[in-house]
Every structure is written in C-alpha cells, then in structure tokens.
C-alpha cells in the first residue's frame, strides 16, 4: 500500500489547518455558518430576524433538504430581514453585513473568503450539504470560524461542528425539545459536539458575544501575543491535568497545546490566562474539555501506514485462523476518536474474511472519554480529503460520496460499537483478539502506564495481540508480551498461566508539591470485575456487567446467544444489545433491581437460537463500588429448563 502522489503535502497543509494557525486576513468578512433542516422553517422564522450581521461579518445559511423546503413561506421569513439578504454567486466574495442562503441543488463551500458552488450529484437526503459547507469553513476562517446547527438535521452538521473545534473555532447547537434530548455518551447529533447547546432565542447573543470577544482580543493583544502570554503558563496548566486525569502533556507538542489553550479561553470568554488557571482549577468540567481538545485532530485512515502494512499481513490472517460462522472476533480501540481507525480495523479484518469466505461474528469496541468525538464516529462521515489516505478501490468499497464528504458503508459503521470508557477509571472489555492503544499511553504517568499494560494481558485471549503506537512499548513487562513486529509495535500475549485481574480504577500518581485528587479506592471485597466473577461462580453462567444507566462495562464470555444488537447506531446500552427474546424480561428486571436494590430472580424464560427454543434464567444483582458508593448491575444468564406446558 503505498502512499497516493501529493499525499505528503496535502497532509501538511491539513496538519497546519487542524492546529488552527490559519490567520483571517485583514479586510475580509467573518463567516459564521448556520445549518438547518427543512423541518427548521419555524425556527427560521423566529431567528432570522434577529440576526442582525456586523458590517464585517457574513452569515451563511445552509440547509439541509432545501429543494423540499415551501418557498413561499421561506421568501416571507427573508422579507423580515429586508436589505440583508444576498444570492450566493460562484467566485463572489461573502461580503460583510449580509445573510446568504445557500441555493437548492447545489453544494457550498467557501475558500479565500470567495464562495465556490458546484451542482449536487448526489440525490436529496444524501448530500451532506452542512457538513461539506463547515468543513470548507473551518479551513477558511480558522481560529475566528463559528457554526451553529439548528435541531433536526440528524447526523448532518456533526463532522462540521468537530472540524470548527479542531480549527479552534466556536460551536453552537439549538436545543431539541424536552422529549427528544439524547445523552451525549450515546448520541450522533451535532449537539453532541457543540460547545453550547442553548435555546434557540439564545443563538443571536451567544453569536454577539464570541464576536465582540474576538473584537476586543484583537484590538488589546492580537493572537501572537496572546499565545506568548499563555506560553509561561504552560507547566502550570501541564501539572493541573495531569492531578486531575492522570494523563501527562508535559512533552505535547507546545505549538498545539498554545493554541487549544487559547481556544478554551475564547469559549470561557477570559481575556487573561491568569483568569483561565483560576478558572481550570475550579471547575472540574473544564479540565475535561481541555482534555477533550488536546485529543482533537491526531487520527486518520491507515495513520503509519506501514505499520497497518504488518497488522494486515501477519496479524489479521493469524486472527481469523480457525475461525468460522457462529465464532467471534472481539477487538478493542481505545482512544479512538472520531473513528478512523476503529473503522480502518474494520477493513481489513472484512477483506480479510471476504478472500476466505467466511463469516464470523465480528465486534470491535472503540472507546473515547471524549463524548463529542464519539459523536462524529457514530456518524461515520469524513472530508474528501480521506481520500489522500485510501486506495481508490477502498475508498469506492467502503465509502459512499455524499457531497464534499464520505460516508462509511453501513455494514462497516455496524461492525463498531462507540462508547464513552476511560481506561484509567472503567472496567476492562474481555475475550479479546486485539487490542489497540495508539499514541494514547504517552500521555499516560509512568505509574499508570505500568498499570495499564498488565490490563490489556488480562483482557486478550490467549496468544492475541496488542497494537501500540511508534512512541510505546511493553519492554518492561517481557513476561507479558512479547514482540510479533518490533518496529510496528505489534506484541502477541504470552500465557504465563496466572490469569490476575488488574485492578481498577487506575489510581493517578500525585505530583510532588500539588494537592492530591484522591482516586477511588477498590471496596474491601476487591475490584468490580472480581466481584462480579465471584457472583458468577455461584451460578456458572454467562454475565454482563452495567453502570446505573445499564450501559455494558463488561462482558464475559459465552454471552453471544443472548446479545442481539438492533440494526442502525451502535450502543453499549444492554436494553439494546440483548436478544429480543430477552429485552422486556430484563428491562423488568433491571428496573425492580434499581428500584429496591435487591436482587431479582426470573426463572424459566425462552429464547430462540438458530430455530431452536432455549430455557434461560436470569438474575441480576446491583453492586455497589467505590468510595462513590456508585451503583453498578451484574446481570447473569444462565442456562434453564423451558416453561412448563400452560405456565
């Protein structure tokens, strides 16, 4: 697999756009895009008269289904707004004081301040027309880009939001009504990766603000000096996170650290970073979105190429050796980001499995603490410039063109299970063929990688592989691993027949000279996953282990026959994952645990398996964990006898 032609450059040039360093030129207007459904007419009705564009900004409206929209009554919410409302004309120049309105049919993106149309080839539906506009908007205006996307346009607008972060701009999103709103940890919407998610009579404010606050930034200090600013104060936020997450930036690349610093201070509305430290230290939520954005923008499709060259070759083949329909291949991403590689995974082991003609059952568990690049994975939409990083014959398999964006095929995105999991605090996964960790145990203290390495040995089944990053490695556990292809980083688990479950959560070491973040200590009865295996043994069953929300943390082995994930989105939720059969007996069974905190027996059950009915019953026990005192459910399985005849 060797790299396209122009690929080197063309991911520099992206590299310096995703660290925001674009600068908006002088004179030009600042474009914010606005995207929205055409289910959005009354809330256009209600915001467009009250944006009112400064006379060096330019709005941008952009909506989605706009050929379906009723154009009589659109024309009427433009009237409101007479006199500021302009055509958008190839080549023009988005000028300042105007709202633009993205014509049907076509696709919008705007490059060098000039707006550039083509027409759409795409059918209506599956044209990504919001996120090829914010995609080319948070390359164009940078740091100063802004978007907001109205409710109800789906998974559209969800790349853009994440590609005006990485840019270092702001995000916004309308709030959806009382009844429609999703937890971010399991959702596909654009809310999920907005900075603020407000009311939509509070956008026109929100968006006044940001501007003024960029006004002012520039005319007292301008972004140089502000950076220079924020440079002496680096260690000093470098040591706050690494108390309250565990995870060190002491050596991350400073340029980019300046800039997400900067980033949060233009969300946080502070001038001073003095005011940004104060700020970090007391708010807990803070220290996460910081963390959050240090992450952003370090992933892509086959990222070190040669070494997806050895995982294809050597590793993939030896993983589906033996393996046949009815068996199970379980991988496990960790800080997978927005998708790329938990979705190039998925490739390979599919092409694999089509030259041999076979059909296991295939789950690959990608995990983030980021919730809001979860979101963008669900979704499963990418720029066009991913075509830089694929063969043309991948691109045409396993991706969909929908305007100036690619989709991933849907028996690709349903292979992969995204979910909200932070290796220092959550439960392993288990059973598994492998595991990749790239580029995520740098960040980690010494102690914590030392902690996590034996982890991952606990989690693999025998002679399975580990999947580490250029700058990682398992040298100091050589009784663990050993070394499949060293320059790759690839390590296969040795049996050393002692099969210890690691203790979780991983505390974080404290830093000499800081107060110390006390971490959550294991109860007197051991970790969770030691207790649940201790209730499991009374019953020798198949088991799941759920938080409060009864989102799955773990599974044990021989639960194939009673998960059943629904088609569409992928979730860890268990009244989702479980068979049908099942659902409405363990819904019932999980709501009377939580409600009494006792444990709830339900015998004889009955499930189908291949054509066959099978006696199931089922327990499920809570158990409290933690110095939280947080309540978790071990939900067990076990194999029954069948109802009785007229029972």
Same mark, same amino acid.
């Given at each position: ?9 063309k ?42 564009p400064?006379?060096?900004q330019a ?36 000028e ?36 090829s ?106 040591v ?26 233009q ?26 954005d240090?992450?952003?923008?370090v ?27 009815g ?30 003609d ?15 690049? &979860?979101? !963008?994975?669900?979704?499963? *939409? ?7 990083? %694929?063969? $043309? +014959? @991948? ?10 964006t ?16 932070n ?20 960040? &980690?203290? !010494?102690?914590?990688?030392? *902690? ?7 989690? %693999?089944? $025998? +002679? @399975?592989?580990?999947f ?41 070491r ?5 107060p ?16 649940? +295996? @201790? ?37 860890l939720?268990l ?7 099942l ?8 709501m ?40 978790n ?15």
């Amino acid at each position: 697999m060797s790299e396209p032609n122009g690929t080197k450059r063309k991911k520099a040039a992206r590299h310096k756009q995703v660290e925001g360093e674009k600068e908006h030129a002088p004179g030009t207007a600042f474009v914010i895009g606005i995207g929205a459904s055409a289910g959005s007419i009354d809330a256009l009705d209600n915001l467009l008269p009250k944006l009112t564009p400064e006379p060096d900004q330019a709005i941008v409206v952009v909506l989605q289904h706009r050929e379906s929209l009723d154009e009589s009554r659109l024309r009427q919410s433009l009237e409101k707004n007479d006199g500021h409302f302009s055509k958008i004309a190839d080549g023009a120049p988005a000028e300042g004081g105007r709202i633009y309105l993205c014509a049907p049919d076509l696709i919008v993106t705007i490059e060098d301040g000039r707006f550039q149309t083509r027409p759409a080839e795409e059918r209506p539906g599956s044209r990504g027309t919001i996120d090829s506009f914010f995609v080319s908007l948070a390359a164009d205006q940078g740091e100063s880009s802004l978007g907001v996307v109205l409710y109800g346009t789906a998974g559209d607008g969800t790349l853009g939001l994440a590609r005006l972060k990485e840019s270092g701009g702001l995000t916004i999103a309308e709030q959806g009504p009382e009844d429609s709103r999703q937890d971010p940890a399991g959702s596909n919407l654009p809310g999920s990766m907005a900075d603020f998610v407000v009311p939509l009579q509070e956008i026109p404010e929100r968006i006044k603000l940001h501007a003024r606050h960029l006004a002012k930034l520039r005319e007292r200090k301008g972004v140089e000096e502000m950076l220079a600013e924020v440079s002496g104060h680096l260690a000093q936020i470098a040591v706050i996170l690494r108390n309250k997450t565990g995870h060190d930036f002491h050596g991350y690349k400073r340029q980019t650290f300046l800039r997400r610093v900067q980033r949060r201070m233009q969300v946080a509305e502070l001038d001073e970073v003095e005011q940004y430290v104060r700020y970090l230290r007391d708010n807990p939520d803070e220290v996460q979105y910081l963390f959050n954005d240090l992450l952003i923008g370090v992933t892509q499709f086959f990222r070190d190429l040669k070494e997806f060259e050895v995982l294809e070759r050597v590793v993939i083949p030896r993983m589906l050796d033996g393996k046949d329909a009815g068996d199970s291949v379980r991988v496990w991403v960790l800080g997978c980001a927005t998708g790329e590689e938990a979705y190039s995974i998925g490739i390979l082991l599919r092409e694999e499995m089509a030259r041999r003609d076979i059909h296991p059952t295939v789950q690959i568990f990608a995990t983030d603490i980021d919730v809001r690049a &979860l979101a !963008a994975a669900r979704v499963g *939409r990418y720029a066009d410039t991913i075509a830089n990083d %694929l063969r $043309p +014959e @991948r691109l045409a398999r396993w991706f969909v063109k929908e305007g100036n964006t690619y989709l991933v095929v849907k028996e690709l995105r349903e292979m992969c299970i995204f979910s909200a999991h932070n290796v220092v605090r959550d439960a392993p996964f288990s059973k598994l063929d492998l595991v990749s960790c790239r580029n995520l145990l740098i960040y &980690l203290t !010494a102690e914590l990688q030392n *902690r996590v390495i034996p982890l991952f040995h606990f989690a %693999l089944l $025998p +002679e @399975r592989y580990l999947f580490l990053g250029n700058s990682e490695n398992v040298s100091r556990h050589p009784t663990l691993f050993e070394p499949v292809d060293r320059r790759s980083r690839i390590f296969k688990k040795l049996d050393n027949g002692v099969r210890v479950v690691p203790e979780f959560p991983l505390a974080a070491r404290r830093i000499e000279g800081t107060p110390e973040v006390a971490a959550p200590k294991p109860s007197a009865d051991g970790t969770l996953t030691r207790r649940a +295996e @201790r209730i499991a043994e009374r019953y020798a069953p198949a088991y799941v282990i759920t938080d409060s929300d009864f989102h799955v943390l773990h599974f044990s082995g021989r639960t194939g026959k009673y998960i059943e994930p629904n088609a569409g989105a992928a979730s860890l939720d268990l009244l989702n994952l479980v068979h049908r059969d099942l659902r409405l007996d363990v819904r019932a069974a999980l709501m009377k645990a939580a409600e009494t905190n006792e444990t709830v027996r339900v015998d004889h059950l009955q499930v189908g398996v291949n054509g066959n009915s099978l006696g199931v019953d089922l327990v499920v026990e809570p158990v409290r964990e933690g110095t939280d005192n947080r309540r978790n459910f071990v939900v067990i399985f076990k194999d029954g006898p069948l109802r009785p005849q007229g029972h």
